[in-house]
């Protein structure tokens, strides 16, 4: 049960991060568009957390679980500069190199510290 409360406070410090980084890139185009900041910040951050919190959801619907591949996958939804293994398989076609992609254990098979 202490691993679930430690995966909930994760993924709201994540989704708090996900409406800074959000917000956060949107000030000078609210005022440029005429919006007051505040506005702005809220809008994109609320967008944001609700793409993230409705991909959370599909995947506890999927099976009422959550895994670890879920979570990071509906984070990287967000990041615009996350790419995933469909992405470099991507654009390693379009420059005509070949690559092959190969999974990696997650950090907390590799030390046993991992929290």
């Keep these: ?56 959801a599909r995947g506890f619907m999927n099976d009422g679980k959550l895994s670890l591949d879920e979570i990071n996958s509906a984070f990287a939804a967000v990041d615009v500069n996350s790419k995933t293994a469909a992405d470099l398989q991507v654009e390693a076609n379009q420059s005509g190199a070949a690559i092959t992609i190969e999974p990696v254990a997650p950090a907390k098979d590799k030390d046993p510290e991992y929290n």
Excluded: D, Y
């Excluded at 995966?7 to 989704?15: D, E, Q, S, T, V």
């Design 1 to 56: 049960m202490k691993n679930g409360f430690k995966l909930f406070g994760n993924i709201l410090l994540r989704i708090v991060a996900v409406f800074a980084a959000s917000g956060l890139g949107v000030i000078g185009a609210g005022s440029i568009a005429g919006i007051s900041v505040v506005n702005a910040v809220t809008v994109a951050g609320l967008t944001a957390v609700a793409a993230v919190v409705e991909k959370l």
